[in-house]
């Protein structure tokens, strides 16, 4: 990819605040039955956090990944690698919090995994992962399938990574009880991989000050190009595929009367990140799955 040669310096995101929910996780993960780890469904790879399967490995505890935005992705590749993870026995699901597929079946699977011992103690969960993976969304339509709790969302749901910065507990079921601990979403420290990085940060996990907003845009066509998605070129009303993407942002530049790139930057970003270019997976899982993973 000529988008991930532009890349000058390794992508890197790491506030303190994400070091200090780090250290209160460890604190209150030895507490909780089963940890939801949540990821993007269009990177479920890239958006895996290697922190946490230590974390888990070391405190034992077992763990659900459930892969939202499934609205977003392409279906067919999140469902193929649900099953190799089946194969591997590690219990994960494909969810959308914004039309709510699947939000109903996920205390289930936790508690097949881990079945409550008293019901007056209930069962405790933690949920977390990478920022702008959906967490907040997820927990508020949980709460919502519990029609003797209140409906009002508990924790603020934004397209703006980080908007969690405290661990948290509240009740999010009746019948059977159950508590969720809310965890911020926390990055691992360094990424390595610069394509990784870009991956996050064209899903929205990694804030966009960090990568140049243009080199984003270059990496987003070549992958749709590579997939052979053309969806933009009914989008931006144009006569047929570019090669070239600086094509693409002088049309959508044109198209909308934008004074200046970064308008149009934002645009294409915004298109994307709402499914309105089509549905993306931009992870390859053919390549096997993840030896890293872990139960």
Not at 120 to 139: A, D, E, H, Q, R
Not at 247 to 274: G, P
Not at 277 to 286: A, E, M, P, S, V
């Amino acid at each position: 990819m000529k988008a991930v040669e532009r890349v000058a310096e390794t992508i890197s995101w790491f506030p303190g605040h994400m070091y200090r929910a780090h250290k209160l996780m460890r604190e209150k993960i030895k507490w909780i039955d089963v940890f939801i780890e949540v990821r993007d469904a269009r990177v479920p790879l890239a958006s895996k956090n290697i922190e946490i399967d230590m974390m888990l490995e070391e405190f034992k505890k077992p763990k659900i990944i459930i892969f939202n935005k499934y609205d977003l992705c392409n279906q067919r590749i999140t469902n193929q690698y649900i099953e190799n993870l089946k194969k591997a026995k590690i219990e994960s699901i494909a969810v959308s919090a914004e039309n709510k597929k699947n939000i109903s079946k996920i205390l289930g699977l936790a508690k097949s995994i881990k079945p409550i011992k008293y019901n007056t103690v209930g069962m405790w969960l933690m949920i977390g992962g990478m920022p702008n993976v959906g967490k907040s969304s997820i927990i508020n339509a949980l709460r919502k399938q519990a029609t003797t709790l209140s409906h009002k969302d508990v924790t603020k749901a934004t397209s703006t990574p980080c908007q969690t910065t405290y661990v948290t507990g509240f009740k999010i079921n009746e019948d059977p009880l159950a508590f969720l601990v809310d965890t911020p979403g926390v990055m691992v420290p360094r990424i390595t991989d610069q394509e990784v990085g870009l991956k996050l940060a064209l899903v929205g996990c990694i804030r966009d000050k960090i990568v140049d907003k243009e080199i984003l845009i270059q990496y987003l066509f070549e992958v749709l190009h590579k997939q052979k998605l053309f969806k933009y070129v009914e989008k931006y009303s144009m006569e047929k595929p570019c090669q070239n993407y600086h094509e693409v942002l002088r049309r959508v530049n044109t198209k909308y009367s934008h004074h200046n790139m970064e308008a149009t930057y934002d645009l294409i970003l915004s298109h994307f990140r709402e499914g309105l270019l089509g549905k993306l997976t931009i992870d390859d899982i053919t390549l096997g799955m993840d030896s890293t993973e872990t139960r």
